[in-house]
């Protein structure tokens, strides 16, 4: 059974650094990309963040990008978003997507329940 | 940057009925099209994807349709379980999402 787990959200002043992590089980983790996807509190989603599975490609959305770094560890099994500079916007419910392909398709088959980043001072 | 819209932005229904989403894309996208549903509280999870397959596990009450700009999700008798939001999402570029369709109880 696939399972991805997301750890590391919290409370945190505007200006300041947050890592989150995901890790994944239940499948070859470094057979696919991977993706981090967010959810304000009563919005919608938005794509944040792809990684591909060998960690050579990588995307980020405009809203985050040179904010936010993408990783991941494939012996650990572990997906990686840190994030910096952050603002109130970025106030969110973080989802750990898993791709459909190992390059990534940007098609969501598994995500995990999210962990929630509170930016406010 | 592609965006998505998605018709009605809230369905009231009742069970049994027979429910249409529209979503509409504002460059053409092919048929990278895909439908999820999200329950409160929950992640959201994949129905179809290419527009019109079936995710497996899926029931076949749903269905999808279209190409180009435009797509249709239909449930094809509505079940309690299916009250949820309904968000489309393009994939032609990057990812882009719908603002989400909240089917509710009539």
């Known amino acids: 059974e696939v399972q991805l787990v997301e750890s590391g959200g919290g409370v945190v002043q505007p200006g300041r650094s947050l890592r989150l992590s995901c890790a994944a089980s239940?499948?070859?983790?470094?057979?696919?990309?991977m993706h981090w996807v967010r959810q304000g509190p009563g919005k919608g989603l938005e794509w944040v963040s792809r990684?591909?599975?060998?960690?050579?490609?990588?995307d980020y959305a405009d809203s985050v990008k040179g904010r936010f770094t993408i990783s991941r560890d494939n012996a650990k099994n572990s997906l990686y978003l840190q994030m910096s500079s952050l603002r109130a916007e970025d106030t969110a419910l973080y989802y750990c997507?898993?791709?459909?392909?190992?390059?990534?398709?940007?098609?969501?088959?598994?995500w995990g329940q999210g962990t929630l980043v509170t930016v406010s001072s | 940057d592609i965006q998505m819209t998605q018709s009605p932005s809230t369905l009231s229904a009742s069970v049994g009925d027979r429910v249409t989403i529209t979503c509409r894309a504002s460059q053409t996208i092919d048929n990278w099209l895909a439908w999820y549903q999200q329950k409160p509280g929950k992640a959201p999870n994949l129905l179809i994807y290419k527009a019109s397959s079936l995710e497996s596990g899926v029931p076949s009450r749903f269905s999808g349709s279209g190409s180009g700009t435009e797509f249709t999700l239909t449930i094809s008798s509505l079940q309690p379980d299916d009250f949820a939001t309904y968000y489309c999402?393009?994939?032609?570029?990057?990812?882009?999402f719908g603002q989400g369709t909240k089917v509710q109880i009539k």
């Open positions: 239940g499948f070859t983790f470094d057979d696919y990309a």
């Open positions: 997507a898993k791709d459909r392909t190992g390059g990534g398709s940007y098609l969501f088959d598994y």
């Open positions: 999402q393009q994939y032609k570029s990057y990812s882009t």
């Open positions: 990684i591909s599975w060998n960690s050579g490609g990588i």
